[in-house]
């Protein structure tokens, strides 16, 4: 009945739920610093909560250390559908410096589908809010599609340009609306 | 000259309260009780004293005159009184043996399993 | 026929106007007003108005994860259970010398009605049996306990107050109290009824779990508390009747204090309230919550039970010695 | 219970807000913030300096023989980059700069990588110096080199007067060259050299090199224990 | 024949009935179903005469005078022993014999572990005779040995389990200090007798208000209320009853709670309204209310901080006690209704939590908090059961916790009102805290014993049988009814009570013979109370049926909103992950948050407060046999200044 609203809303209250896989706290800081007055994430409807039975949007930030890897994918199970996965920082994506380590057991994306992945050793508050505001659409379009697998256009990911020697030049202006 | 009697039945409660109060041993507080209870069988009895009254029992032929007769009725409370009198001590020592068993003392301070 | 019509009418009182979909439009209305009102207070430009309708909506589609170690139907109707019986204290309340049901709309009832919802949100943590859950209702009834004696010294004081004006000796049912307010002006005025306005409006936070009082569901101690295995419809409707929660006690107080300012005409009254509901929420409600930090359970139980007790019984004495 | 900041929290609640709009408003982000790296493969001489400093082993070089030389190719994994700028620093050709784009958000994998390839002509095999070499790129790529290998020359050369004199003449080209006296053939400079030009038997006590590969980098006289070799 | 079916007779059969039925258990009691049957049929047959003398006593007004041996009064002396049941008395004899027939339904099936049950039946059969007696006797002197009885009867009940922990200590400690309640009782009467020379209750109700002036009858007045109290379990008494239910079996309990305290009430209200009449004064009513509110209010925070779910429900039924007290004390006419027909409310949901803490019993063998959780999953039906009693205990709208306890506080506030002192309001506020304090301890039960997890060593708990269910049901059937249809019960049951309560002067009449009353009494002609009943605050059904439909309305809006498919992806390889608990990313180990850990901040604010009140609940027999005595010096001291 109100099929159409619940699409909507689900784009538009995404509620975030943070899972400090080991990180160095850098990551962490910049996550609670999106909530804060100069960056808001809550003007559009941002909510960080406590349990991932109430979460959309998990946000997870640290390489995923061998001690933490069960926590961490037993979290994310627990997070009910439609979900979206969001790594912070490059930890989670490759293991950044700490990637040999023995305690390391590499990037997340080989054990579940992350869906958004927000590069930079901290990334910018900005950065994060694109992320996080990509990771809601990503989330209504699941909602939406009913499959889970379902994924956007990345609007900031760089021009493939033909030849190669050309040097990338600057990205296309960015049209996130939110 | 029924004051006196009066006196010694409150006597008797007063003591047998007292005994149940101080004493720290199970069978002391049961004769506790029973003296609480005969001191108030004294008291019913000393009640139904009708000064120059004869026994209440109706014998043939010898009421000619209206000899008076001491008040029936309080003895026969005395006697259920001293019925459940006995039956409270029964009781009471059956569960102060059962309590002597299982717990292996008589001291209330020890058999204070129950409380707060 | 006119039991056919007055069945409608009911019906109508029930679904619409001080029913369900007035406390459905208006508790989300007002819940994010009071969103907005503290990110502002707090130099944020804050969520939409309408986001806890987004929220709502948003809750509605996700799926539902019933623990296998809950107990599944407590689970399931407890907070249906708690949503019906605030809007039933919504039915009670006058707006403005019009109750819906007038029968015995009595404020010992609304007492007592105002214990389901936090019961109904106590048992469905305790079905789901999680030990966030059991330390988050273990909180809550603390704070129940806490709030039921000053709201229970206010509608004393408020009762004794109406009852000496009328001379009946005391009166406890809204009606009258609505009735007297609208000849001779709202009770906020009398001497003695400004203590117990006060110890209410301090009562509200505590009794919804509002920002300084929210012991119970802090999200960074015990991870949601009470609603720790909640996710999805249940927790749709939990998070309404919230909202819910808070219209219904704004307009409880604005139907004690705030007597006497009602024209007659139902919709028009019905938006005066609304509106004395969003300026309590903005000057006490919100203030508070964005000027203080989470109070711990047995301070917020020694803060009630002293200093809000302590207005409200000021105000019960006063109103005895018939100021 | 005081409600210290109600004066604040009343006094805010009539000023603007202190947000910047981030998505309606864009933000540039300060000057030299370090983003996402724009690499010019024309400039790159394909030394491999910048895989060796880079710490989160971001950079991978690889080499694909094309006719007439190589290409050479170099990409920036921006997932394991801490964008601490160090690769910048020690490419002398600054072929890498870290621009202050920060909007690195990738949903597909490839989103995060930065390539580049450039073509780098091969010399003949001959011993003869180089001084017939082709074209500017590589031209431009030597007087650099050369300007990089005259420091540790200068600071070996004096090393090399105070012993008796030197019976190897150290070669034009700038390439390393062995001293059979001082090498006690510890094979240390083949292991760090990052293009394996150089091979030491240890039994046979022979050290020789492959000009071709050898870029000329100086990192075998630097890791040589005893100074044996001199360029 | 047919005179023999006349309803004049039925107070005597339905206590001869259980008498008889006693006897006949000790003599057939072998044969398990004859056994049971006999109980049944006793304690029915008692429960059938109590409901045909409804329409005589209770619509008609009619007061029943029955001699015993048919030797009416002669020469205005009451020689026989009467027995008298007007309004009041068959008010409480209902009470118990519904009490008395729904334990021993639950009993039947409840005792099926234990060894000599003839023994049980026999003493079960006793103590409800015993109550009967006491509640229908018009003689001061059988009331006594009823008293005795039941006394009797429930301290062997009580450690008839005597391998169970404290039960030996509980019922000897119960024996002492009942038989010094019962001494005192039987010192009162003697001295009421040599004042009056009879033992009629109704010729003593009117002979003696008029020689109140006399110092014996004064102490006489002290040595009866404390005898009665000491059988109410009443403040000073109260850690008694607390034992004795934390041992008793839980059909006893529910005989002891349900039953036997209000015995003690109706021998309360018996001496004040009637035979003394001294309610009329004001420092009197003083004394009731404030000896309500301190039971009331100390045992709820007492009970707050018990280990055992049975011990806890003893704490409770004697602050409900307090809560029917200080509604009697009030005396006023709503207040006394208000107050028997919480007695009546009481004694159904606190029967129906004890049967449900007997279930939990009978299934898991220990009623500790810290040890038990999560048993809704096993046994649903006693949870739903149970969830009823608390609910009505707590006073939740429905149930008929809330309409007594909402007629309490009227009375309460409008006794404030009318009285202009502001000590009742004081009361009111003592009331309404001590609910919620109720509610709260009941929140802790609910949530240490069915709710929470379950512990591995009761994976195998079943449903209790059907008996016991059936037991509880009819409880749980009651407590719904009073609740919905106050009104109902007003009619038929507490106003014609109250009515009987206000005019001693009726009942004097109906057994002495017509204006004997006014003759003994007249210069102490206190007037009856104009006893208005108006449906002040009662709760109409019509809004509990509101909720009803809007429960529904408010399901079907939610389960309309949007058909979420089902979708299992993210299979991460932890397939019972989804559905585990959240423990912040831990394995969800077993962890239990109930009993003792419940309420930190409640119990920090008022540590001193019950460390203390832990410390004077010694457990020690001659601190409570200190506090009878002094409690009876105080009632002395006091009736002597006072009167």
Same mark, same amino acid.
């Given at each position: 009945?109100?099929?159409?609203?619940?699409?909507?809303?689900?784009?538009k209250?995404?509620?975030?739920?943070?899972?400090?896989?080991?990180s160095?706290?850098?990551?962490?800081?910049e996550?609670v610093?999106?909530?804060?007055?100069?960056?808001?994430?809550?003007?559009?409807?941002?909510?960080?909560?406590?349990?991932?039975?109430?979460?959309?949007?998990?946000?997870?930030?640290?390489p995923?250390?061998?001690?933490?890897?069960?926590?961490?994918?037993?979290?994310?199970?627990?997070?009910?559908?439609?979900?979206?996965?969001?790594?912070?920082?490059?930890?989670p994506?490759?293991?950044?410096?700490?990637?040999?380590?023995?305690?390391?057991?590499?990037?997340?994306?080989?054990?579940?589908?992350?869906?958004?992945?927000?590069?930079?050793?901290?990334?910018?508050p900005?950065?994060?809010?694109?992320?996080?505001?990509?990771?809601?659409?990503?989330?209504?379009?699941?909602?939406?599609?009913?499959?889970?697998?379902?994924?956007?256009?990345?609007?900031?990911?760089p021009?493939?340009?033909?030849?190669?020697?050309?040097?990338?030049?600057?990205?296309?202006?960015?049209?996130?609306?939110? | 000259?029924?004051?006196?009697?009066?006196?010694?039945?409150?006597?008797?409660?007063?003591?047998?309260?007292?005994?149940?109060?101080?004493?720290?041993?199970?069978?002391?507080?049961?004769?506790?009780?029973?003296?609480?209870?005969?001191?108030?069988?004294?008291?019913?009895?000393?009640?139904?004293?009708?000064?120059?009254?004869?026994?209440?029992?109706?014998?043939?032929?010898?009421i000619?005159?209206?000899?008076?007769?001491?008040?029936?009725?309080?003895?026969?409370?005395?006697?259920?009184?001293?019925?459940?009198?006995?039956?409270?001590?029964?009781?009471?020592?059956?569960?102060?043996?059962?309590?002597?068993?299982?717990?292996?003392?008589?001291?209330?301070?020890?058999?204070?399993?129950?409380?707060? | 026929?006119s039991?056919?019509?007055?069945?409608?009418?009911?019906?109508?009182?029930?679904?619409?106007?001080p029913?369900?979909?007035?406390?459905?439009?208006?508790?989300?209305?007002?819940?994010?007003?009071?969103?907005?009102?503290?990110?502002?207070?707090?130099?944020?430009?804050?969520?939409?108005?309408?986001?806890?309708?987004?929220?709502?909506?948003?809750?509605?589609?996700?799926?539902?994860?019933?623990?296998?170690?809950?107990?599944?139907?407590?689970?399931?109707?407890?907070?249906?259970?708690?949503?019906?019986?605030?809007?039933?204290?919504?039915?009670?309340?006058?707006?403005?010398?019009?109750?819906?049901?007038?029968?015995?709309?009595?404020?010992?009832?609304?007492?007592?009605?105002?214990?389901?919802?936090?019961?109904?949100?106590?048992?469905?943590?305790?079905?789901?049996?999680?030990?966030?859950?059991?330390?988050?209702?273990?909180?809550?009834?603390?704070?129940?306990?806490?709030?039921?004696l000053?709201?229970?010294?206010?509608?004393?004081?408020?009762?004794?107050?109406?009852?000496?004006?009328?001379?009946?000796?005391?009166?406890?049912?809204?009606?009258?109290?609505?009735?007297?307010?609208?000849?001779?002006?709202?009770?906020?005025?009398?001497?003695?009824?400004?203590?117990?306005?006060?110890?209410?409006?301090?009562?509200?936070?505590?009794?919804?779990?509002?920002?300084?009082?929210d012991?119970?569901?802090?999200?960074?101690?015990?991870?949601?508390?009470?609603l720790?295995?909640?996710?999805?419809?249940?927790?749709?409707?939990?998070?309404?009747?919230?909202?819910?929660?808070?219209?219904?006690?704004?307009?409880?107080f604005?139907?004690?204090?705030?007597?006497?300012?009602?024209?007659?005409?139902?919709?028009?009254?019905?938006?005066?309230?609304?509106?004395?509901?969003?300026?309590?929420?903005?000057?006490?409600?919100?203030?508070?919550?964005?000027?203080?930090?989470?109070?711990?359970?047995e301070?917020?139980?020694?803060?009630?039970?002293?200093?809000?007790?302590?207005?409200?019984?000021?105000?019960?004495?006063?109103?005895w010695?018939?100021? | 219970?005081?409600?210290?900041?109600?004066?604040?929290?009343?006094?805010?609640?009539?000023?603007?807000?202190?947000?910047?709009?981030?998505?309606?408003v864009?933000?540039?982000?300060?000057?030299?913030?370090?983003?996402?790296?724009?690499?010019?493969?024309?400039?790159?001489?394909?030394?491999?300096?910048?895989?060796?400093v880079?710490?989160?082993?971001?950079?991978?070089?690889?080499?694909?023989?094309?006719?007439?030389?190589?290409?050479?190719?170099?990409?920036?994994?921006?997932?394991s980059?801490?964008?601490?700028?160090?690769?910048?620093?020690?490419?002398?050709?600054?072929?890498?700069?870290?621009?202050?784009?920060?909007?690195?958000?990738?949903?597909?994998?490839?989103?995060?990588?930065?390539?580049?390839?450039?073509?780098?002509?091969?010399?003949?095999?001959?011993?003869?110096?180089?001084?017939?070499?082709?074209?500017a790129?590589?031209?431009?790529?030597t007087?650099?080199?050369?300007?990089?290998?005259?420091?540790?020359?200068?600071?070996?050369?004096?090393a090399?007067?105070?012993?008796?004199?030197?019976?190897?003449?150290?070669?034009?080209?700038?390439?390393?060259?062995?001293?059979?006296?001082?090498?006690?053939?510890?094979?240390?400079?083949a292991?760090?050299?990052?293009?394996?030009?150089?091979?030491?038997?240890?039994?046979?006590?022979?050290?020789?090199?492959?000009?071709?590969?050898?870029?000329?980098?100086?990192?075998?006289?630097?890791?040589?224990?005893?100074?044996?070799?001199?360029? | 024949?047919?005179?023999?079916?006349?309803?004049?007779?039925?107070?005597?059969?339905?206590?001869?009935?259980?008498?008889l039925?006693?006897?006949?258990?000790?003599?057939?009691g072998?044969?398990?179903?004859?056994?049971?049957?006999?109980?049944?049929?006793?304690?029915?047959?008692?429960?059938?005469?109590?409901?045909?003398?409804?329409?005589?006593?209770?619509?008609?007004?009619?007061?029943?005078?029955?001699?015993?041996?048919?030797?009416?009064?002669?020469?205005?002396?009451?020689?026989?022993?009467?027995?008298?049941?007007?309004?009041?008395?068959?008010?409480?004899?209902?009470?118990?014999?519904?009490?008395?027939?729904?334990?021993?339904?639950?009993?039947?099936?409840?005792m099926?572990?234990?060894?000599?049950?003839?023994?049980?039946?026999?003493?079960?059969?006793?103590?409800?005779g015993?109550?009967?007696?006491?509640?229908?006797?018009?003689?001061?002197?059988?009331?006594?040995?009823?008293?005795?009885?039941?006394?009797?009867?429930?301290?062997?009940?009580?450690?008839?389990?005597?391998?169970?922990?404290?039960?030996?200590?509980?019922?000897?400690?119960?024996?002492?200090?009942?038989?010094?309640?019962?001494?005192?009782?039987?010192?009162?009467?003697?001295?009421?007798?040599?004042n009056?020379?009879?033992?009629?209750?109704?010729?003593?109700?009117?002979?003696?208000?008029?020689?109140?002036?006399?110092?014996?009858?004064?102490?006489?007045?002290?040595?009866?209320?404390?005898?009665?109290?000491?059988?109410?379990?009443?403040?000073?008494?109260?850690?008694?009853?607390?034992?004795?239910?934390?041992?008793?079996?839980?059909?006893?309990?529910?005989?002891?709670?349900?039953?036997?305290?209000?015995?003690?009430?109706?021998?309360?209200?018996?001496?004040?309204?009637?035979?003394?009449?001294?309610?009329?004064?004001?420092?009197?009513?003083?004394?009731?209310?404030?000896?309500?509110?301190?039971?009331?209010?100390?045992?709820?925070?007492m009970?707050?901080?018990?280990?055992?779910?049975?011990?806890?429900?003893?704490?409770?039924?004697?602050?409900?006690?307090?809560?029917?007290?200080?509604?009697?004390?009030?005396?006023t006419?709503?207040?006394?209704?208000?107050?028997?027909?919480?007695?009546?409310?009481?004694?159904?949901?606190?029967?129906?939590?004890?049967?449900?803490?007997?279930?939990?019993?009978?299934e898991?063998?220990?009623?500790?908090?810290?040890?038990?959780?999560?048993?809704?999953?096993?046994?649903?039906?006693?949870?739903?059961?149970?969830?009823?009693?608390?609910?009505?205990?707590?006073?939740?709208?429905?149930?008929?916790?809330?309409?007594?306890?909402?007629?309490?506080?009227?009375?309460?506030?409008?006794?404030?009102?009318?009285?202009?002192?502001?000590?009742?309001? /004081?009361?009111? $506020?003592?009331?309404? +805290? *001590?609910? =919620?304090?109720?509610?709260?301890?009941?929140? @802790? &039960?609910?949530?240490?014993?069915?709710?929470?997890?379950?512990?591995?060593?009761?994976?195998?708990?079943?449903e209790?049988?059907?008996?016991?269910?059936?037991?509880?049901?009819?409880?749980?059937?009651?407590?719904?009814?009073t609740?919905?249809?106050?009104?109902?019960?007003?009619?038929?049951?507490?106003?014609?009570?109250?009515?009987?309560?206000?005019?001693?002067?009726?009942?004097?009449?109906?057994?002495?013979?017509?204006?004997?009353?006014?003759?003994?009494?007249?210069?102490?002609?206190?007037?009856?109370?104009?006893?208005?009943?108006?449906?002040?605050?009662?709760?109409?059904?019509?809004?509990?049926?509101?909720? /009803?439909?809007? $429960?529904?309305?408010? +399901? *079907?809006? =939610?389960?309309?909103?949007?058909?979420?498919? @089902? &979708?299992?992806?993210?299979?991460?390889?932890?397939?019972?992950?989804?559905?585990?608990?959240?423990?912040?990313?831990?394995?969800?180990?077993?962890?239990?948050?109930?009993?003792?850990?419940?309420?930190?901040?409640?119990?920090?604010?008022?540590?001193?407060?019950?460390?203390?009140?832990?410390?004077?609940?010694?457990?020690?027999?001659?601190?409570?046999?200190?506090?009878?005595?002094?409690?009876?010096?105080?009632?002395?001291?006091?009736?002597?200044?006072?009167?």
């Amino acid at each position: 009945m109100f099929k159409k609203t619940i699409i909507e809303s689900t784009g538009k209250s995404p509620w975030l739920f943070h899972i400090n896989a080991g990180s160095c706290n850098g990551c962490d800081i910049e996550i609670v610093s999106v909530l804060t007055p100069r960056y808001d994430a809550e003007r559009v409807g941002f909510k960080l909560v406590g349990s991932p039975r109430h979460a959309d949007i998990a946000v997870v930030s640290g390489p995923v250390t061998k001690q933490s890897l069960p926590r961490v994918l037993r979290t994310l199970e627990q997070i009910p559908e439609p979900r979206c996965i969001v790594t912070c920082g490059s930890c989670p994506q490759s293991g950044n410096v700490f990637r040999d380590s023995y305690s390391v057991c590499g990037p997340l994306s080989k054990y579940v589908h992350v869906d958004v992945d927000i590069a930079g050793c901290t990334p910018k508050p900005e950065a994060i809010m694109d992320g996080l505001l990509l990771a809601a659409q990503i989330l209504a379009e699941k909602k939406k599609t009913g499959n889970q697998e379902a994924t956007l256009p990345n609007p900031y990911a760089p021009e493939k340009t033909a030849e190669e020697a050309k040097p990338a030049e600057e990205k296309t202006e960015e049209k996130g609306e939110a | 000259m029924m004051t006196f009697n009066y006196i010694a039945s409150f006597f008797l409660i007063v003591l047998g309260f007292y005994t149940i109060i101080t004493k720290f041993n199970l069978v002391k507080a049961v004769i506790g009780l029973s003296i609480a209870d005969y001191g108030v069988n004294l008291l019913i009895i000393s009640i139904g004293y009708v000064p120059g009254g004869t026994a209440p029992i109706f014998t043939e032929g010898e009421i000619s005159q209206l000899s008076y007769f001491v008040d029936p009725i309080p003895q026969a409370l005395t006697l259920t009184s001293i019925v459940i009198g006995a039956c409270v001590t029964a009781m009471s020592m059956s569960l102060v043996m059962k309590l002597h068993e299982s717990y292996g003392t008589l001291d209330t301070r020890e058999i204070r399993r129950l409380h707060g | 026929m006119s039991v056919i019509l007055n069945a409608l009418v009911d019906l109508g009182y029930i679904l619409i106007f001080p029913g369900f979909l007035f406390c459905f439009l208006c508790g989300m209305l007002l819940c994010g007003i009071e969103r907005k009102i503290v990110a502002r207070m707090q130099k944020r430009v804050g969520p939409p108005i309408l986001q806890p309708l987004y929220d709502f909506f948003k809750l509605c589609g996700k799926e539902t994860i019933v623990p296998t170690v809950a107990n599944k139907t407590v689970y399931l109707a407890a907070p249906i259970v708690g949503l019906a019986a605030l809007v039933v204290i919504q039915l009670f309340i006058p707006v403005f010398n019009f109750t819906a049901f007038a029968g015995n709309a009595d404020i010992i009832v609304v007492l007592y009605l105002l214990l389901i919802p936090a019961l109904a949100e106590i048992f469905g943590a305790a079905a789901t049996g999680s030990p966030f859950a059991g330390v988050g209702l273990s909180r809550e009834m603390v704070t129940i306990i806490s709030c039921e004696l000053p709201l229970v010294l206010v509608f004393l004081a408020v009762g004794k107050a109406v009852g000496n004006a009328i001379g009946s000796g005391v009166v406890f049912s809204l009606q009258t109290i609505a009735a007297y307010q609208a000849e001779n002006g709202c009770l906020l005025f009398k001497a003695s009824m400004i203590p117990a306005a006060i110890a209410f409006l301090l009562t509200i936070p505590g009794e919804t779990g509002m920002h300084p009082f929210d012991a119970a569901e802090a999200e960074t101690e015990i991870c949601e508390g009470m609603l720790a295995e909640y996710s999805g419809k249940p927790l749709a409707v939990y998070k309404l009747s919230h909202a819910v929660k808070l219209l219904t006690l704004t307009s409880l107080f604005v139907a004690l204090f705030l007597g006497g300012l009602g024209t007659g005409i139902l919709l028009v009254d019905g938006l005066i309230t609304f509106f004395f509901c969003v300026v309590v929420i903005i000057c006490v409600v919100a203030l508070i919550d964005a000027s203080t930090a989470r109070l711990k359970i047995e301070q917020l139980f020694k803060y009630y039970w002293t200093v809000v007790s302590g207005l409200a019984a000021i105000s019960l004495i006063l109103a005895w010695f018939g100021l | 219970m005081d409600f210290p900041f109600v004066k604040q929290a009343i006094s805010q609640l009539f000023s603007k807000p202190s947000c910047d709009m981030y998505p309606f408003v864009p933000i540039e982000a300060a000057p030299n913030y370090r983003g996402r790296i724009a690499y010019d493969p024309n400039k790159c001489i394909g030394c491999g300096m910048c895989v060796r400093v880079c710490a989160g082993k971001a950079i991978t070089l690889t080499r694909t023989p094309a006719e007439g030389g190589e290409n050479i190719t170099l990409t920036f994994d921006l997932g394991s980059c801490t964008f601490c700028n160090t690769c910048a620093d020690f490419c002398n050709d600054n072929a890498i700069t870290l621009t202050t784009d920060y909007h690195m958000i990738a949903t597909k994998e490839e989103d995060l990588i930065v390539t580049g390839t450039h073509f780098k002509e091969k010399k003949k095999p001959a011993p003869k110096p180089a001084a017939a070499k082709p074209a500017a790129p590589a031209a431009a790529a030597t007087p650099v080199k050369a300007a990089a290998s005259d420091a540790p020359k200068a600071e070996a050369a004096p090393a090399a007067e105070a012993a008796p004199a030197p019976a190897v003449q150290p070669r034009d080209d700038g390439k390393p060259v062995n001293d059979p006296s001082k090498c006690i053939y510890c094979t240390l400079c083949a292991k760090k050299c990052p293009q394996e030009a150089i091979t030491v038997d240890r039994k046979a006590k022979t050290w020789e090199l492959n000009a071709d590969d050898c870029v000329g980098c100086g990192t075998c006289q630097t890791a040589c224990p005893k100074d044996a070799i001199i360029m | 024949m047919s005179n023999l079916l006349n309803y004049i007779h039925f107070p005597i059969y339905s206590v001869m009935v259980l008498f008889l039925g006693a006897f006949l258990i000790v003599v057939l009691g072998k044969n398990k179903f004859l056994r049971h049957l006999i109980a049944v049929l006793a304690a029915g047959i008692s429960l059938a005469c109590m409901i045909a003398l409804i329409k005589p006593v209770m619509l008609n007004g009619e007061v029943i005078a029955y001699w015993m041996g048919n030797r009416v009064p002669a020469g205005g002396y009451a020689i026989g022993i009467a027995m008298e049941v007007d309004a009041l008395s068959l008010f409480f004899g209902l009470l118990i014999s519904t009490a008395v027939f729904v334990s021993c339904v639950y009993s039947v099936q409840y005792m099926s572990h234990d060894e000599n049950i003839p023994q049980y039946f026999t003493l079960f059969l006793m103590l409800a005779g015993g109550v009967m007696g006491l509640v229908l006797s018009g003689d001061i002197f059988n009331m006594f040995i009823m008293v005795e009885i039941l006394t009797f009867a429930a301290v062997a009940l009580t450690a008839f389990r005597n391998k169970v922990y404290g039960a030996l200590e509980a019922a000897f400690k119960y024996l002492v200090v009942g038989c010094m309640g019962s001494t005192c009782i039987l010192a009162g009467v003697i001295m009421l007798y040599a004042n009056a020379h009879t033992l009629n209750f109704a010729q003593l109700s009117g002979i003696i208000p008029g020689m109140m002036s006399n110092n014996s009858v004064k102490i006489a007045f002290a040595l009866l209320f404390v005898g009665f109290s000491t059988k109410a379990f009443i403040v000073p008494f109260h850690p008694l009853a607390a034992d004795a239910h934390g041992a008793a079996p839980a059909s006893i309990s529910v005989l002891i709670s349900g039953v036997l305290t209000k015995s003690g009430i109706y021998g309360i209200i018996r001496l004040t309204y009637f035979l003394f009449q001294t309610m009329g004064l004001g420092s009197f009513q003083f004394l009731l209310v404030f000896i309500g509110c301190v039971s009331m209010f100390l045992c709820v925070t007492m009970a707050l901080a018990q280990h055992d779910f049975k011990r806890l429900l003893a704490f409770h039924s004697i602050s409900q006690i307090g809560y029917v007290l200080t509604a009697v004390g009030l005396y006023t006419a709503i207040g006394f209704s208000a107050g028997i027909y919480h007695a009546l409310n009481h004694t159904l949901f606190k029967g129906l939590l004890f049967l449900a803490a007997g279930a939990v019993l009978h299934e898991t063998g220990t009623t500790n908090l810290d040890e038990l959780g999560g048993l809704s999953k096993k046994m649903p039906h006693t949870t739903v059961l149970f969830l009823i009693g608390a609910f009505s205990i707590s006073g939740i709208p429905p149930f008929n916790g809330f309409a007594s306890k909402w007629m309490i506080y009227q009375a309460c506030y409008e006794k404030a009102v009318e009285s202009g002192n502001i000590g009742y309001v /004081l009361v009111t $506020v003592i009331c309404l +805290v *001590t609910s =919620v304090l109720t509610l709260a301890s009941f929140v @802790k &039960v609910s949530q240490s014993v069915f709710f929470g997890r379950l512990p591995e060593k009761y994976e195998n708990v079943k449903e209790v049988p059907w008996g016991m269910r059936l037991a509880m049901g009819m409880f749980a059937v009651l407590c719904v009814i009073t609740g919905l249809f106050p009104n109902l019960v007003g009619k038929f049951l507490t106003h014609p009570a109250a009515t009987a309560a206000f005019n001693a002067n009726g009942y004097i009449d109906a057994m002495m013979g017509e204006g004997y009353a006014s003759s003994a009494l007249g210069p102490f002609m206190n007037s009856a109370q104009n006893v208005v009943f108006y449906e002040a605050g009662v709760w109409s059904p019509v809004s509990w049926l509101l909720i /009803l439909c809007i $429960v529904l309305l408010a +399901v *079907t809006i =939610v389960a309309v909103t949007g058909k979420y498919e @089902k &979708v299992n992806a993210l299979a991460t390889g932890e397939p019972d992950a989804k559905h585990a608990l959240f423990f912040s990313g831990e394995e969800a180990v077993y962890s239990q948050v109930g009993g003792s850990d419940l309420f930190w901040g409640f119990k920090h604010n008022w540590r001193h407060y019950f460390s203390f009140m832990h410390d004077l609940h010694s457990g020690i027999l001659n601190d409570y046999a200190l506090w009878a005595v002094v409690a009876l010096s105080l009632a002395m001291l006091f009736m002597l200044i006072v009167l």
